[in-house]
């Protein structure tokens, strides 16, 4: 998650929602996103909303679950006075940060608490991020004991140069032992990867995927490097002490991914993401994109109901001062006009394999499909039976046939 | 003599033998406006309190460039003996240009200080204004101008000046406008050795306009010379060019603020105000009569301003368009020469065909525009007028590339000349040589002034002058040669029109008309450019220069492979859509040409790249 905060309106200090937001509610997917925004060291690309000890200002990682806890419990009660109906949450997901850096009985509590405000629907997905370096295996499984179904690990790189140009901490060696004290726990594991890091080579990148596939995890995410303004990675490749990452080399590395993947048996849903099965892909980060309702606990986390988006608080410390007055953390909201939430809709469909119906589309969205099939960006079999879906050039593209299907 | 006049003369009854008529003739970082200043604080017209610097240059550009674009005049008294008499200092544009107005000015005056900075001797363009003057009979009074400075060479710069226009170095005389040294003596010798003006004070009136100057509040202020007989207020005057009639609703002399009076006789200079909005309506060099007892001839001298150059102007929101119309209506009231018609461009859209005077008016103007009227102006490379002949024996006036006929069937192109005047020290003769000759000059002559500067006589396609000229000059020499040109006529050259493609699409705001020999050149210079400029695209775009189906220069941008964000996750949407409503917004300032999308940007650093001749730097 980017760190700055988008601009808004105010928030309502009771966090109340219009009554627009419970129109259609039971057709939608209700999801928990719990930020835990603490890590030991920074990483010189990350712009995520995330502090080391030295930057909390007063906010104590002891007192963070208590706190967000009582963001749980006040959003079951603003939901119901908004007029939402019951919905048990489908999927869980802890993200950072680093989860992990919690002991893991205070994410078990965390996790209590969504299942005694909201309830947990059978089979719920209930996924925590995990650092390799910060994870033991006792964690895992006193994880898995608590409710957790899966878990990802911030992988990144097989390759120590590349690890130490991102500031990755961890041993390589590491990422066997957590997969398999993971499998050991009966929990799913899926692996992140980044490409495009400075001084990384086409061959780097393969090393790194050989080795991520050869630990056979469910479900795979590959992201190009995105240089954040502000990062320390941006300072550097603005200083000219790193080169800029190619938008060619890393095209090439998608491809490479993509061929790498789909040979070993995993399937491509979402531009960045793989799974070995339809029932391992992250039914969580799915409901992002189709448009689900989630409410987001912790400081700067976005929550999205019905049309209404807003963000906390993004500080710790401001978010802590808050949640104690028993005020709603979030800080600036937007109410989506329909013509936003369609264009959210296409530009968040598109990005899956599921796609999007053309039917839904508008005149001009329409329009557009005829010259996407041409410069070979959607899939044309699909697009006659009434589906875009996206080749692996449009993948590569995606952005810029997003902006061809709004075109008015 | 005494810095105050004990008993000035009285405009309307002063005796001819009593004005002295005198201009400044300077290069135009040599010091005028700073001795103009002094004279006035001198003279006791501007109160010390009052005085800022550069008085009389009235406009923001003119005052932080040092260059004077319009010209005024000032009535100062002075007493000479026991004698008071009234100077009249008409400031003159300092820029070739402008030479008409020059011209017209210098034939206000009976005499002239040629003004030379002391450090720095003598320029192309005051050596061009001094022929126009002897031209024009007027005396000279030679005057070196900071003597103050320590890198002063008075010795020096004497002996160059007096063997230029005779007499002897002890006759220049050495001032400091800065300190004031040597002006007083300065002004005794206007009064001692300028003419005094000699007219028929009972003939009917005859006035020469000099300058026609817009004024927001006042309407056209124009500047006249009165040569014979007498203008009085109320008095219904006549434009002998036009034969149009108009009420003097003031008539009066700048002291220098506007100072009604009774009238104007013979020799005075002064201004009249009719309440014309437009200095159309007043035009520079025409004569002005009385209505009721018309003159029969006209003056000598007048001519209508004459476009050299010609470039589009184009608002860089095309929404401005309507603004820029009337930002150009508005300064068309104040600049006699601006001429413009509507233009599109497929790569740059609504605009204006504008002609201009040369290359500082074009620069004046679009500084005008964005400075005064708050508009985004990209102006396209300057061009010059070409007459071709087809082999139909039909002839086209060509002022923008785009009319140039297409086909195998021109018999004749021919071009504008220019005699250029460069001036330069010694030691840079070969390399301005090679210069004048890489753009086609005929060398006519080379004289030493003094002992280590040169004058350097070509002549050359004004085409070329415009192409990026002044500024390889300026380079080529460590900024010390200086340019002057006048037309001379025009020759058959084997010109072409070099057309610029994208994806098979002619982008009209580069084609260019070169010399056949230079197509390739500028090919591959814009191709490559471009290239720079234009963003990848999602398929290969080829960029290519032609001659009409003959492609001379080619590049191609590869495909954009990439172009979609890594993570899309839930506190991303909001960002992402922003970004996406922003591109979206970015996309209406780019220009389709044929499928590809170019920012507007691109075409504006295209077009003005480093070695075009747009970027011409004050003289």
């Known amino acids: 998650m980017g760190s700055a905060l988008p601009l808004g309106e105010p928030a309502p200090l009771d966090g109340l929602l219009p009554a627009s937001a419970s129109v259609g509610a039971r057709e939608r997917a209700f999801g928990v996103y719990l930020h835990v925004p603490f890590c030991r060291v920074r990483c010189g690309y990350c712009d995520f909303n995330t502090y080391t000890a030295g930057e909390l200002r007063g906010a104590r990682q002891v007192d963070y679950a208590d706190h967000a806890i009582d963001e749980i419990r006040m959003s079951r009660r603003v939901l119901e006075a908004s007029g939402l109906p019951d919905r048990p949450a489908v999927t869980v997901f802890f993200g950072g940060g680093t989860p992990t850096l919690l002991p893991a009985d205070d994410l078990v509590r965390m996790l209590g608490a969504v299942r005694d405000g909201f309830g947990l629907a059978p089979g719920a997905e209930v996924t925590t991020e995990a650092n390799p370096d910060s994870v033991g295996r006792d964690d895992l499984r006193r994880l898995a004991d608590g409710g957790f179904t899966r878990v990802s690990f911030g992988m990144q790189s097989a390759v120590p140069h590349v690890l130490a140009a991102l500031d990755r901490t961890h041993d390589p060696e590491r990422i066997p032992l957590v997969v398999a004290w993971a499998r050991d726990a009966g929990l799913d594991v899926s692996l992140d990867l980044i490409y495009g890091t400075p001084g990384e080579s086409l061959a780097d990148w393969r090393r790194s995927l050989e080795s991520a596939i050869g630990e056979r995890p469910d479900h795979l995410s590959t992201y190009a490097l995105i240089v954040e303004d502000g990062t320390k990675l941006a300072r550097q490749i603005r200083r000219g002490e790193l080169a800029e990452p190619s938008d060619d080399l890393e095209a090439d590395m998608y491809e490479l991914a993509d061929d790498l993947l789909a040979a070993a048996g995993y399937q491509w849903y979402e531009v960045s993401n793989w799974a070995t099965a339809p029932g391992h892909r992250s039914r969580h980060n799915l409901g992002y994109w189709r448009g689900d309702d989630w409410w987001g606990v912790g400081p700067g986390a976005h929550s999205h109901v019905g049309g209404v988006r807003w963000w906390n608080a993004k500080h710790p410390a401001a978010y802590a001062e808050r949640v104690t007055a028993g005020l709603s953390p979030a800080v600036g909201r937007e109410l989506l006009d329909e013509p936003t939430r369609e264009t959210e809709r296409v530009l968040l469909l598109t990005r899956i394999r599921e796609g999007i119906d053309v039917r839904s589309l508008s005149g001009g969205g329409r329009h557009a499909v005829a010259g996407l099939i041409a410069d070979d960006l959607v899939d044309a079999k699909a697009a006659l039976a009434g589906v875009l879906t996206l080749t692996r050039r449009g993948r590569l593209l995606a952005d810029a046939v997003v902006r061809r299907l709004l075109e008015d | 003599m005494s810095p105050r006049a004990a008993n000035p003369p009285v405009p309307a009854a002063t005796d001819p033998a009593l004005i002295r008529n005198f201009c400044i003739i300077a290069h135009i970082d040599h010091g005028k406006s700073t001795l103009a200043d002094r004279m006035l604080q001198i003279t006791g017209i501007v109160s010390d309190r009052d005085m800022r610097a550069q008085y009389l240059d009235r406009m923001d550009i003119e005052r932080e460039r040092g260059i004077t674009i319009k010209s005024q005049a000032v009535r100062m008294p002075w007493q000479a003996g026991d004698t008071s008499y009234a100077l009249n200092m008409i400031d003159t544009p300092g820029h070739v240009d402008f030479s008409y107005e020059v011209s017209r000015s210098l034939a206000a005056c009976e005499g002239a200080i040629l003004l030379v900075d002391a450090a720095q001797g003598i320029e192309a363009q005051t050596l061009a204004n001094l022929y126009l003057a002897l031209e024009n009979d007027l005396e000279i009074i030679p005057v070196l101008n900071k003597i103050d400075l320590p890198a002063a060479e008075p010795e020096k710069y004497a002996k160059e000046l007096a063997d230029l226009i005779g007499g002897t170095p002890d006759d220049v005389m050495r001032v400091s ?192 525009l964005q400075r005064e009227f708050g508009l985004e102006i990209i102006a396209t490379a300057p061009s010059v007028v070409y007459e071709v002949t087809t082999e139909d024996k039909k002839t086209v ?85 200086s340019l002057d040109y006048e037309p001379s006529g025009d020759q058959a050259a084997d010109l072409v029109k070099v057309d610029i493609l994208l994806q098979g699409e002619q982008v009209d705001a580069f084609s260019a008309i070169v010399h056949r020999d230079k197509a390739y050149a500028y090919g591959v210079l814009m191709t490559g450019r471009l290239r720079e400029l234009i963003p990848r695209q999602q398929f290969e775009v080829p960029i290519q220069a032609a001659i009409g189906a003959r492609i001379i220069a080619r590049e191609s941008i590869r495909a954009m492979r990439k172009d979609v964000l890594a993570k899309c996750y839930g506190g991303d949407i909001t960002r992402k859509r922003k970004l996406l409503e922003k591109q979206k917004e970015g996309k209406k300032r780019m220009k389709m040409v044929g499928r590809v999308e170019v920012p507007q940007e691109a075409f504006i650093a295209a077009l003005s790249g480093d070695t075009e001749g747009k970027e011409v730097k004050k003289k």
């Open chain 2, 177 to 368: 406008g800065k300190t004031g040294v040597g002006v007083e003596e300065l002004l005794d010798r206007v009064v001692e050795r300028i003419p005094a003006p000699v007219g028929n004070a009972d003939a009917p009136a005859r006035a020469m306009i000099f300058d026609s100057v817009y004024d927001s509040y006042r309407g056209v202020v124009t500047y006249v010379r009165m040569v014979d007989g007498h203008l009085n207020p109320r008095e219904r005057i006549q434009m002998m060019s036009t034969r149009a009639t108009h009420e003097i609703l003031e008539i009066g002399v700048s002291a220098p603020e506007p100072t009604p009076t009774k009238g104007l006789g013979v020799g005075e200079v002064g201004y009249l105000i009719t309440g014309v909005k437009d200095v159309r309506q007043s035009k520079v060099g025409d004569t002005v009569t009385t209505a009721s007892k018309s003159a029969t001839e006209a003056l000598a001298g007048y001519t209508e301003p004459l476009p050299m150059v010609f470039s589009g102007l184009y608002p860089i929101d095309g929404s401005d368009y309507p603004e820029l119309r009337e930002a150009l209506d508005k300064l068309k009231l104040s600049d006699a020469a601006l001429v413009y018609e509507p233009e599109t461009s497929v790569a740059l859209g609504f605009g204006f065909r504008a002609g201009f005077l040369g290359l500082l008016h074009l620069e004046i103007v679009t500084e005008r």
């Open chain 2, 397 to 481: 006036t060509v002022t923008n590339p785009s009319e140039f006929p297409t086909g195998g069937k021109i018999a004749e192109v021919r071009e504008p000349m220019v005699r250029a005047a460069i001036l330069a020290p010694k030691d840079y003769v070969g390399t301005i040589m090679e210069l004048c000759q890489s753009r086609r000059g005929t060398m006519l002559g080379m004289e030493y002034l003094g002992e280590d500067r040169v004058e350097i006589r070509y002549n050359m396609p004004l085409g070329e002058i415009v192409f990026d000229f002044f500024d390889q000059l300026k380079s080529k020499t460590a900024g010390y040669a």
